[in-house]
C-alpha cells in the first residue's frame, strides 16, 4: 500500500516539532540574555553616580559626600559607600598586572546579571585611583529582567500555540485541496456530468488521496461507460423491438376485419420469437457489459464442441461446403461451455449467412503454448476496414450486412465478444487478402487466477 501521505505527515511533524523545540530553546536563551544586563540608560547614572561620588572625594568635602550618599540611598531606597580598597601581597608573592586592572570589590554596569538571585548585586564603580570604590545595590527600578515573566510566558504558551496552529493549517490544506477536488468532482458526476476526472488535477502529488483519486476516475469511467451503454441499448431495444410491434398491430387489426387470419398468425408468431430473442440476447449482453464475470465453472473439449455446431449447420446450409482442421482433443479447462458454445455459434452462423450459395466456411484449430487459436473463414463480401471493430458494437450493422440479412439485429458477434471475454479470451476480425472474412479466437487451456 502507498504510505507516502503517511511518512509525509510524520517527517513534517517530526521536522516541525524539532524545529519548534529548536526555536523555543533559541529564543529562550536569547530572550534571557538579552534581559540579563542593566538598561544603557541605567548604566549611564549609575556610571555618573560614580563621577559624582569620585569628584566629591577628589575634593577633599567628606561632608558633601556623606550628604550626597545619604541622599542618594533615601532617594533611590538603597545602599551606597564610598570605600578604599588594599590588597597586600603575603609570602613574597606578587599581584599580576591583570589582577590589579580587574580588581573589583563590586560588579561592572556593564557585565550580566544573574536574574535567578534575589537580591539585587553590588555594583562598582572603580575610581581613578585605582583602589577607591564607589559601591551601590543595584536599585530595584534598574534591575533587568522586568519583562522575563511575560516573554516565558509567550515562549511556553502563545509561540508554540502559534506554530501548532499554522501547522494544522498547512496540514489541512494540504489535505483538503484534493478533497475538495473530489468533492467537487463528485458532485458534477452526480450532476450528470460523467466525464469528469480528477487525478489530472493534483499535478506530480503520489499519496494515497492520488491513489484515492484513481479509484474515482476509475469508477467514474467504468459507470459512464455502464450508463452510456444502457442508454445506447435501451435506445437500439427500443428501435429493435418498434418494426415487430408495428407488424403484430398491423396483422392484428387485419386479423379483426377478418382478412386472412391463416396467413398472419404465422407472422405473428415469428415476430414474437424474433423479440423474445432479441429481449434475451439483450438482457445477457447487459449482464456481461455490467457484471464482468468470470465464467470458469466447466472442462470441455473444443474439438467435439466445434464438430457438434459444425454438424448443425451443414444440416442448416446444406449449400455450403464448410471443412473442419481440427485436432483429435482439445482440452480447455476453467471455462464455460454454454457461453463458448453460443460464441461459435454466432460467429459460424454469421459466417454461414454471409457466404453466398456453394461457397466455402474453413474451420481451424490449432494449438499453441497458452491455448488455442481458432480461425474462421468465410468467402462472404468482407467489412470495410473501418468497421472492423465496429461490427462487435451491439446493434450494428453494416450496410451490406443490412440489405444482405435485413432480419438481424447485430448483437451476435457483439455477445460473442463478451462471452469469450468472460472465459479469458479474445476476438478479433480481419479481411481476407482475396475476399471474405476471417475471425479469429483465442481461449486460455486453463485460465490462471
Known amino acids: ?130 583602589h577607591t570604590h564607589f559601591l551601590v545595590t543595584l536599585p530595584q527600578r534598574m534591575r533587568p529582567g522586568a519583562y522575563l515573566p511575560g516573554a516565558r510566558l509567550m515562549l511556553k504558551v502563545a509561540l508554540p500555540l502559534a506554530v501548532l496552529v499554522l501547522l494544522c493549517v498547512v496540514i489541512y490544506r494540504h489535505l483538503m485541496a484534493p478533497l475538495r477536488q473530489l468533492e467537487a468532482a463528485t458532485r458534477q458526476f452526480s450532476d450528470g456530468n460523467h466525464g469528469v476526472r480528477v487525478r489530472a488535477l493534483m499535478g506530480s502529488r503520489n499519496d494515497e488521496l492520488t491513489a484515492l483519486a484513481d479509484t ?47 396467413h398472419f398468425v404465422p407472422r405473428i408468431r415469428s415476430d414474437c420469437e424474433a423479440m423474445r430473442s432479441l429481449v434475451e440476447d439483450t438482457l445477457t449482453l447487459a449482464w456481461l457489459e455490467n457484471e464482468k464475470p468470470r465464467l470458469n465453472e466447466d472442462s470441455l473439449d473444443l474439438t467435439d464442441l466445434l464438430d457438434s455446431i459444425v454438424s448443425d449447420l451443414r444440416y442448416e446450409y446444406p449449400d455450403h461446403e464448410i471443412t473442419t482442421r481440427l485436432p483429435d482433443q482439445a482440452e480447455v479447462t476453467d471455462s464455460s461451455h454454454r457461453a463458448l458454445s453460443q460464441a461459435l455459434e454466432n460467429i459460424l452462423r454469421n459466417a454461414c449467412k454471409y457466404t453466398p450459395t456453394g ?53 451476435g458477434l457483439a455477445l460473442a465478444r463478451r462471452q469469450v471475454s468472460a472465459i479469458g479470451g479474445w476476438v478479433r476480425a480481419e479481411n481476407l487478402a482475396g475476399g471474405g472474412l476471417r475471425m479469429t479466437l483465442w481461449v486460455p487451456r486453463c485460465r490462471p487466477d
Open 1 to 130: 500500500m502507498n504510505l507516502r501521505l503517511f511518512w509525509k505527515l510524520c517527517g513534517n511533524l517530526a521536522l516541525g516539532t524539532l524545529a519548534l523545540f529548536w526555536t523555543l530553546s533559541f529564543l529562550g536563551t536569547e530572550t534571557e540574555q538579552q534581559m540579563s544586563f542593566i538598561a544603557e540608560r541605567h548604566q549611564q547614572t549609575l556610571k555618573a553616580w560614580g563621577r559624582t561620588a569620585e569628584r566629591l572625594h577628589q575634593s577633599g568635602d567628606e561632608a558633601a559626600l556623606a550628604q550626597w550618599l545619604t541622599e542618594l540611598q533615601a532617594r533611590e531606597q538603597t545602599w551606597a559607600a564610598v570605600v578604599t580598597s588594599e590588597v597586600r601581597p603575603l609570602a613574597g608573592s606578587a599581584l599580576s598586572e591583570q589582577f590589579q586592572q580587574g580588581f573589583r570589590l563590586g560588579r561592572n554596569v556593564e557585565w550580566k546579571i544573574h536574574l535567578y538571585f534575589e537580591e539585587n548585586p553590588i555594583m562598582d564603580m572603580t575610581f581613578a585611583d585605582g
Open 216 to 262: 474515482f476516475d476509475q469508477m467514474a469511467e467504468r459507470t459512464g461507460e455502464l450508463i452510456l451503454t444502457q442508454r445506447r441499448l435501451i435506445a437500439e431495444l427500443s428501435h429493435e423491438l418498434r418494426t415487430p410491434l408495428t407488424r403484430i398491430d398491423m396483422a392484428v387489426s387485419c386479423m379483426e376485419e377478418g382478412v386472412d387470419r391463416h
Open 359 to 411: 461457397g466455402r466456411v474453413t474451420v481451424s484449430l490449432q494449438r499453441d503454448t497458452e491455448g488455442f487459436c481458432l480461425t474462421m473463414d468465410d468467402q462472404g463480401p468482407g467489412v470495410p476496414e473501418c468497421q472492423l471493430e465496429r461490427i462487435f458494437n451491439p446493434f450494428f450493422r453494416s450496410g451490406e450486412g443490412q440489405a444482405r440479412q435485413p432480419a438481424g439485429h447485430g448483437l
